[in-house]
Structure formats: structure tokens, C-alpha cells
T-cell receptor
Framework: DAKTTQPNSMESNEEEPVHLPCNHS???????IHWYRQLPSQGPEYVIH???SNVNNRMASLAIAEDRKSSTLILHRATLRDAAVYYC????????????FGKGITLSVRP | GAVVSQHPSRVICKSGTSVKIECRSL??????MFWYRQFPKQSLMLMAT?????????EQGVEKDKFLINHASLTLSTLTVTSAHPEDSSFYIC?????????????FGPGTRLTVL
């Protein structure tokens, strides 16, 4: 599986935008980029996914570099409830692909 | 969005006993379900892929005879930890894809906290 690298942690202020980076220099042309997050003592929650183009949904935006070797998850206005571990994961093409979780990035949000 | 439930949410058992954890997709059909394990302060580790009506596919290093998986219907998968020992104490999480949804989100259950005394 292609690997991703993320910083261990990041801090942000409430109501400010947050940019969470992810490097995936060995990504293949058919790998999808997924982001999940996990709040303490809960199962992970889907955030967003994309292939080549930038993506927006109600939770976040995903900005994908032109060479696809990196991507950035953007939370437009961080809230205290966004404090979680965020995982950037690559999946092989096709539906029902398994997810391989790395260490993720721990986001702290200051009030 | 689609909902995945797990039961029980928390279980404490004695060493040597077996524990069954249920994973249900409440409002969708799931041909494929996954079982993960998460130790404190660590990431999720995939244990096995459960396909409806067929045998589960286990990840390397996971004992199939110890972690029995049954996926008898499109909405239910069970994980049985047989002869549990304290080192099996962990947070067990299941997940599922919605049948026919294509590449998309994997829905996770809330997890089951297993403590083996």
C-alpha cells in the first residue's frame, strides 16, 4: 500500500481555518485520497475523499496538488468539536477497498 | 448518513472465556465489513475483511482460530474472541461499505471496549 506521512500534531484556534497537510509521494495514478477523523473513544468518521480534483463538502475541503504527491485537508472554521486525530489514507482503485490507518495527525483546538 | 452499530459497547470478561461482538448496518446492506483493533494511544489495525456468505480474509499475524468472524447476512457480522486473555483487551471497531455505492465512505461503528481480567 502506498504510504502517507503527516505531522504528529497541530494546534489551531477556534473559528480559524485549519490546514492539515499530507504527503504521499509514492501515490499511484489510481489511488484515491481519503480523510477520516477519530474523536476520543469513538469509531472513525469519514471526512472527505478525492482522486485528482479539489473536493468540497459540508465538513471540509480537500486540496490535491497537481502532481498528486501531497494534499491538504482544510477545515474552514475550526470548532472545539473538530479536535480529533485526522487520518490521511490512500486506497487502491475500486469499491470496498480496505483502509490502512497510519498514526494520523492530532488536532487540538484552542478556545 | 448510513449507521453502523456495535453491541456490546463495553464488555468485561474473565480470562479463558469467549466474547462475541456484533456489528450491524442499520439502514443499508453491506457485502463487505471490516474488523479493526485499536490499543491505547495507537492507530487502528485491520484484523480481517468479512464478506457476506464467505470466509473472512485475515491480515497477517491475526489468528483466525482465535478471532472467529461470521458474516451471515448483509447487515450483520460477528467477531468472537475465543479463550480471551488480558492481552486481547482492546478497542474493537467494525466498519462497512454501503452495497453498490462505489468508491466512497466507509461507515464505522462506535467500537466495543473489551477488558479481559
Amino acid at each position: 500500500d502506498a504510504k502517507t506521512t503527516q505531522p504528529n500534531s497541530m494546534e489551531s484556534n477556534e473559528e480559524e481555518p485549519v490546514h492539515l497537510p499530507c504527503n504521499h509521494s509514492t501515490i499511484s495514478g489510481t489511488d484515491y485520497i481519503h480523510w477520516y477523523r477519530q474523536l476520543p473513544s469513538q469509531g472513525p468518521e469519514y471526512v472527505i475523499h478525492g482522486l485528482t480534483s479539489n473536493v468540497n463538502n459540508r465538513m471540509a475541503s480537500l486540496a490535491i496538488a497537481e502532481d498528486r504527491k501531497s494534499s491538504t485537508l482544510i477545515l474552514h472554521r475550526a470548532t472545539l468539536r473538530d479536535a480529533a486525530v485526522y487520518y490521511c489514507i490512500l486506497t487502491e482503485t475500486g469499491a470496498n477497498s480496505k483502509l490502512t490507518f497510519g498514526k494520523g495527525i492530532t488536532l487540538s483546538v484552542r478556545p | 448518513g448510513a449507521v453502523v452499530s456495535q453491541h456490546p459497547s463495553r464488555v468485561i470478561c474473565k480470562s479463558g472465556t469467549s466474547v462475541k461482538i456484533e456489528c450491524r448496518s442499520l439502514d443499508f446492506q453491506a457485502t463487505t465489513m471490516f474488523w479493526y483493533r485499536q490499543f491505547p494511544k495507537q492507530s487502528l489495525m485491520l484484523m480481517a475483511t468479512s464478506n457476506e456468505g464467505s470466509k473472512a480474509t485475515y491480515e497477517q499475524g491475526v489468528e483466525k482460530d482465535k478471532f472467529l468472524i461470521n458474516h451471515a447476512s448483509l447487515t450483520l457480522s460477528t467477531l468472537t474472541v475465543t479463550s480471551a486473555h488480558p492481552e486481547d483487551s482492546s478497542f474493537y471497531i467494525c466498519s462497512a461499505y454501503q452495497r453498490g455505492a462505489g468508491v466512497g465512505e466507509q461507515f464505522f461503528g462506535p467500537g466495543t471496549r473489551l477488558t479481559v481480567l
